[in-house]
């Protein structure tokens, strides 16, 4: 299979390398000050605060084109429209994987419906000038897998062959027949989240507010009960019905713990991250309204 990473930020350089380094044919597409950076030495990676850095040599280029069998879309839900534009002319199947909250419409719209799938990413990390930071390898954070599906839910034979392709290569993958659900339901956390930790200064900052960590609980359990449809995961519906007591002790070890070090909510550019957000809570307003 010829794969396109599409975005050489923190995850498409990861999974670029990953591929790469399993022996897939892929290319990572890249732009700006980034690109003239990977042209010159390649993907470098280091495990969380590691001073030890590992480099990939994927090939790089500036520029979509025909001849690729899946084009792996890794970039913000904001940066999405020109990727559309870029990719729409072109043959081949593309998985968005990446935070969306608006369903396969908006992209099949541009691009031809049928070449659509939607999935998102596993791993986090975080840019350290031109070196990924990504999270340490554990046994959970090995096993948390890249979601992939269908928009309308059926089971195919093309996401079968990209789950097996992304085992093959050692990275954690599943078929989810609810993937636009699941999205949905992360967008009800992550928007909350991230929009209560850059108020608060951070992770670490909001850890130690109580009291904007009830706000945001209740930012979540308004948007999940706000769903068209149930939560996937089924087991966050238990948000709705744990009570504060019990649920902001968890948040605040959650808020300290390494996987938020390495992660969206430790991004390096936080404009970046705020825009993002701002992107996903308008797709949820935009949901709303729509009920
Ligand atoms: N990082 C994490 O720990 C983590 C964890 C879970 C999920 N996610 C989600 O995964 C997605 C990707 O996250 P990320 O951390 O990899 O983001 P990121 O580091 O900001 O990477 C996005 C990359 O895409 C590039 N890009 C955007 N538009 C482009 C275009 N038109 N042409 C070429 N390149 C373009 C950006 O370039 P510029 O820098 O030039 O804009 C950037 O290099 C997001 O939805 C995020 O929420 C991230």
Redesign the pocket.
Known sequence: MRLLV?????????LAADLHEAGHDVAL??????LAALRRHGVLLAEGHNSVVRRVPVPVVADPADGYDLIIV????H??D??LQ?VAGLDGDVLF????AAGAEPLGAVIGHERVLLG????????DGDVIRH?PHGFVTRRVPIQIGEPDGHDSARVGRIVRMFRTAGISARAEPRIDAWLRTHATV?VPLGQASAAAGGPAALARDPDAIRGMLHRVRRDLADLPTPPVPRGLAAVLTLPDGVLVPVVRRFLRSSTVT???LS?T?PA??AA?LERLADQMRILRRAR
């Open positions: 599409y975005g050489a930020g923190v995850l498409g350089s990861l597409l890249a732009r700006g000050e980034r890794m970039v913000r839900a940066q999405v020109p990727v870029s994987l990446h935070a969306w998102f990413p596993a791993r986090g990390g975080t840019m999270r992550t390495h992660s969206g991004s550019s970046t991250e993002e």
